[in-house]
């Protein structure tokens, strides 16, 4: 019988709680305040704090591409970035469609049904947590772009001739949002079944 050494299962690798990617997603937070005092201040009239405020909209909406390219990339996915990720997308999306909204750009009955259903998906996710993941979706990631877009289109002080592409393009978030978010569902409702949750 020889004493063969008797292999030692590696221990799981830490992610330190400071890393890049939920530095950005922090950035992201702290940017969202920023935008709001931007666009208030511009009261939507003022063309240069108009500018401003587009800018950190977009700077803060690129960090959210960041984030999750360097958590996967690099294995730096941490609980507080699956949390935070999230809340600071819905927190910018959601400050700005609402102001759009108070001053008069964006009908507000967009603003509510993007918004139930973005906190409605959030909150799905949630609810199947414990089966599994619903990973984000290619068509998760156009609707994202085109809200981006449109977004920043309204923000933007566009010359006359091209304020009406805002309209088309927030129409093609909205439906695009409708569709993935029925996506959503089917997943989270299969993902129960498969798990055996579906009787609870």
């Known amino acids: 019988m020889t004493n063969e050494p008797v292999p030692v299962a590696a221990a799981p690798r830490r992610v330190s709680l400071y890393n890049a990617a939920n530095l950005l997603t922090a950035v992201r937070l702290v940017l969202v305040p920023v935008f709001l005092v931007l666009v208030v201040a511009s009261e939507m009239t003022e063309p240069g704090l108009r500018m401003a405020a587009c800018l950190v909209f977009c700077l803060a909406s690129a960090t959210d591409f960041v984030d999750g390219w360097i958590a996967r990339r690099f294995h730096l996915v941490t609980s507080f970035g699956k949390v935070a990720d999230p809340i600071a997308d819905k927190a910018l999306t959601g400050t700005a469609l609402v102001l759009l909204s108070a001053y008069d750009q ?69 439906a695009v949002t409708l569709v993935t978010g029925a996506d959503y569902v089917v997943q989270a409702v299969r993902l129960r079944r498969a798990a055996g949750g579906g009787g609870e």
């Open 106 to 174: 964006l009908s507000w009955w967009v603003t509510g049904l993007i918004l139930a259903r973005e906190w409605g998906i959030t909150a799905l996710r949630l609810w199947v947590i414990r089966y599994g993941v619903i990973p984000a979706s290619r068509g998760g990631k156009v609707k994202t772009a085109l809200q981006i877009a449109a977004i920043a289109w309204y923000l933007w002080p566009m010359p006359e001739s091209l304020v009406s592409v805002g309209p088309w393009l927030m129409g093609a978030a909205v």
